[in-house]
């Protein structure tokens, strides 16, 4: 896509997403050649865990967003840099990250909160030899660096013990495969050799037009176990979530019942597909 059509798409975009311009070409990925020891990164001082996935269907887009709690852990001071690597599919019309407070008592942030916007950096791998901090995907994949400042993470933090980065990504819609509906793909992360946590997968339809009418979601890569995770979904712009149901035109790799995204068994190399399926 040319920048003067990726700018007239921009401005189509809700408001709340003033997302950071990325070129539209992807980076191509690089060759894992390098030693485990320059692209595994260093150790975070805290576990971080993804309690929300959410992917929002327009016509011509999805917005994903990915919520990734930040506990204080063993963190006393200093600057975070986060790489993050991008999912599918194609390269990502934008992208941004917000940090925000997690409530005391709560195990994510509140999903209307916009949190204080974050400086990124586009990527074509997570740097080597470096302090950045592989948070989500994997080192050879193009991603972005997104930059945590001391004084804003003692904000969001405060007297509490957790805070949150907001991940939003606008993609292409994917196109539609008879039997696996649209799919997305969404990187997740792993913490000295143990995978983050996984909470609520959900899906929504952001505009009059375009009506969900299932949804699934399972792990995915090499090794991943092929049960379906549970997901929820809203089929118009307003309406509170509900459990996607089996649907007869929406085939699965299996025929088990979803079992929670928490419980179930991940692998370091897991990635997490969504599909959906619409009317519109």
């Known amino acids: 896509m040319r920048r003067a059509a990726?700018?007239?798409?921009?401005?189509?975009?809700?408001?709340t997403l003033a997302f950071a311009?990325?070129?539209?070409?992807?980076?191509?990925?690089?060759?894992?050649?390098?030693?485990?020891?320059?692209?595994?990164?260093p150790t975070l001082p805290l576990l971080p865990s993804i309690p929300r996935v959410r992917v929002e269907v327009a016509r011509a887009h999805i917005v994903v967003t990915q919520d990734v709690n930040i506990p204080r852990g063993s963190w006393r001071s200093g600057d975070l840099e986060f790489f993050i690597a991008f999912g599918a599919p194609g390269a990502?019309?934008?992208?941004?990250?917000?940090?925000?407070?997690?409530?005391?008592?709560?195990?994510?942030p509140v999903a209307e909160e916009r949190g204080e916007p974050l400086p990124t950096e586009r990527a074509i791998r997570r740097p080597a030899s470096s302090n950045v901090y592989l948070l989500l995907?994997?080192?050879?994949?193009?991603?972005?660096?997104?930059?945590?400042?001391?004084?804003?993470?003692?904000?969001?933090?405060?007297?509490?013990?957790?805070?949150?980065?907001?991940?939003?990504?606008?993609?292409?819609?994917?196109e539609l495969d008879p039997q696996t509906g649209h799919e997305v793909v969404v990187r997740l992360g792993t913490e000295a050799g143990n995978p983050l946590a996984l909470g609520r997968l959900q899906v929504a339809s952001v505009e009059k037009d375009?009506?969900?009418?299932?949804?699934?979601?399972?792990?995915?890569?090499?090794?991943?176990?092929?049960?379906?995770?549970?997901?929820?979904?809203?089929?118009?712009?307003?309406?509170?979530?509900?459990?996607?149901t089996p649907d007869p035109k929406a085939p699965s790799r299996t025929n088990d019942a979803p079992i929670a995204?928490?419980?179930?068994?991940?692998?370091?190399?897991?990635?997490?597909?969504?599909?959906?399926?619409?009317?519109?």
């Open 6 to 15: 990726f700018v007239a798409f921009a401005g189509m975009l809700p408001a």
């Open 92 to 108: 990502p019309y934008a992208f941004d990250a917000h940090l925000l407070a997690v409530p005391d008592g709560s195990l994510e």
């Open 261 to 280: 995204p928490v419980l179930a068994v991940r692998h370091n190399t897991d990635d997490l597909c969504i599909r959906f399926w619409t009317h519109d």
């Open 137 to 174: 995907g994997r080192p050879q994949m193009a991603g972005a660096i997104v930059r945590v400042r001391d004084a804003e993470l003692r904000r969001a933090l405060g007297a509490r013990n957790m805070a949150a980065l907001r991940l939003r990504t606008v993609l292409p819609r994917p």
């Open 21 to 41: 311009n990325l070129p539209a070409h992807a980076a191509p990925q690089q060759p894992a050649q390098a030693s485990h020891a320059r692209t595994a990164g």
């Open 210 to 244: 375009v009506t969900l009418e299932h949804a699934e979601a399972h792990l995915c890569g090499k090794d991943a176990d092929p049960y379906p995770l549970a997901i929820t979904l809203r089929a118009g712009t307003t309406g509170a979530f509900v459990r996607a």
